[in-house]
């Protein structure tokens, strides 16, 4: 049984939302403050962290920054609508995914179950490593290497260069880069990929402003240049 750890300071939503979450076959652990999911994600091994952003205490946004340094917990991240800001940094800081409130909680289970798919299949693949453009993607430790310089990734980061990675050259759209981070059909605002190649081009890229290894095709999307 997975395991999750649901973050909300309305008491409604927090407990609709466990309800609904423990009707689907899941584990949950709740928490209505930031301080207090810091402590549970400290002493409890979960396997998805549902995080809102606006919280008492500490913030979603610092609590997900403090999560990501501290381990690779997936992290689903609670915004209001209009906090486009907040989603942005959110993905920044490292979070999976975002779900913008109002929501349905079929569209919630659907981005969890995809998050846990996708966990076990990168358990799965035999493939140990990758290596092209400069790059050394080791699969089993989830480390990438630039120009023999171990990087920090994300694990969306991280998925992303390995598709990118497994077909270099091959064009990818927004719309098949965000299926394949998140398999499932609420691929969300396709602008979250953008975020998503902007921040992995900081970290893989000699010169983020002008990328030689993921080359962004007008319109249509990106692909890994392999003689970068």
Same mark, same amino acid.
């Given at each position: ?29 709740? #928490?209505?403050?930031? /301080?207090?999911? +810091? &402590? %549970?994600? @400290? $002493? =409890?091994?979960?396997?998805? !962290?549902?995080?809102? *952003? ?59 179950? #995809?998050?846990?798919? /996708?966990?076990? +299949? &990168? %358990?799965? @693949? $035999? =493939?140990?490593?990758?290596? !092209?453009?400069?790059? *050394? ?63 992995? /081009?900081?970290?893989?890229? %000699? ?22």
């Amino acid at each position: 049984m997975s395991r999750l750890l649901v973050v909300d300071d309305e008491p409604d939503i927090l407990d609709t939302l466990a309800y609904s979450l423990r009707r689907e076959g899941f584990e949950v652990t709740t #928490a209505s403050d930031g /301080r207090t999911a +810091l &402590d %549970r994600a @400290r $002493t =409890t091994k979960f396997d998805v !962290v549902v995080l809102d *952003v606006m919280l008492p205490s500490i913030s979603g946004l610092d609590v997900c920054r403090t999560l990501r340094s501290e381990s690779d917990v997936p992290i689903v991240l609670l915004t209001a609508r209009d906090a486009e800001v907040d989603r942005v940094l959110g993905l920044e800081l490292g979070a999976d995914d975002y779900v913008t409130k109002p929501f349905s909680t079929a569209e919630l289970v659907s981005r969890v179950r #995809a998050i846990l798919r /996708r966990r076990e +299949l &990168d %358990r799965t @693949r $035999t =493939t140990s490593a990758l290596a !092209v453009a400069g790059l *050394v993607i080791d699969l089993d430790r989830h480390e990438v290497t630039v120009d023999g310089r171990v990087v920090r990734l994300t694990p969306s980061e991280f998925r992303l260069l390995r598709l990118l990675a497994e077909e270099p050259g091959r064009v990818f759209t927004r719309e098949q880069i965000m299926e394949h981070l998140w398999r499932t059909p609420y691929v969300g605002d396709t602008r979250a990929c953008d975020t998503h190649v902007s921040n992995l /081009r900081r970290k893989i890229e %000699r010169d983020p402003l002008h990328p030689t290894r993921i080359e962004t095709v007008r319109e249509v999307g990106y692909r890994l240049v392999a003689t970068a």
